[in-house]
């Protein structure tokens, strides 16, 4: 049996098990784009505003801070927020802890699907493995022959399946993780800005206390 090139005999060679496989490529393919570019249009403008709103409190422009924390359009500005809106420095800190935590969760939702394909997809193609040998089986029974010609077909069903579920698993298990750990990652970044932001208020507070002393 000669093995078609073309992606639609592939897949009716792969037999019934490719079904489902495409369908978790396509949902794969589907939250790797939407998540991809979601992560792009945050995270470099959130580090640019994060830059900006930190470069104006170590200038001492608490103001201008606050001004364009409220104003800039990014989520991380409403980080930052928080930790401006006049609160004690440690409440401020919970406060900006916790829409960290809430913008990382956002930035993470449906990853949860690719990890799923990823962990599936090596199942299904294996169940199409089954399907394959149990086609080639019974072809022989119903021939009474044997015979690289009367299994091929129930083979290449069977390796055609089981290659399909590793290529799915590998992209989407691959894609989840570059995601998940540029999400840490920039999660990371934003806990070190808050703590620098933290103690620059905490700092602030000290010197006005030191000078309504004298």
Not at 14 to 40: F, H, N, T
Not at 88 to 114: F, H, S, V
Not at 150 to 179: P, Q, R
Request: proline share 3%.
């Amino acid at each position: 049996m000669e093995l078609s090139q073309t992606p639609f005999d592939l897949i009716r060679q792969g037999g019934w098990a490719m079904y489902p496989l495409v369908l978790c490529s396509v949902l794969a393919l589907a939250v790797i784009a939407e998540r991809a570019w979601i992560v792009w249009k945050v995270v470099r403008p959130g580090k640019m505003v994060a830059a900006a709103v930190m470069t104006r409190v170590a200038e001492d422009a608490l103001d201008e801070a606050r001004l364009l924390a409220r104003t800039a359009d990014s989520p991380v500005a409403y980080v930052f927020a928080g930790g401006l809106n006049g609160h004690a420095p440690q409440a401020a800190l919970r406060d900006m802890e916790r829409r960290r935590q809430e913008l990382l969760q956002g930035l993470k939702r449906r990853l949860w699907l690719l990890a799923t394909v990823g962990s599936l997809a090596p199942f299904i193609g294996l169940f199409g493995t089954v399907l394959g040998i149990v086609r080639s089986f019974h072809s022989m029974a119903v021939t009474g022959q044997g015979g690289f010609a009367v299994v091929a077909a129930g083979i290449s069903e069977a390796l055609i399946a089981t290659a399909a579920g590793l290529v799915v698993a590998i992209v989407a298990l691959g894609a989840y993780n570059w995601l998940l750990s540029q999400i840490n990652a920039f999660g990371a970044f934003l806990r070190f800005r808050i703590e620098e932001l933290t103690l620059a208020r905490e700092d602030r507070e000290v010197q006005d206390d030191v000078t309504a002393r004298r």
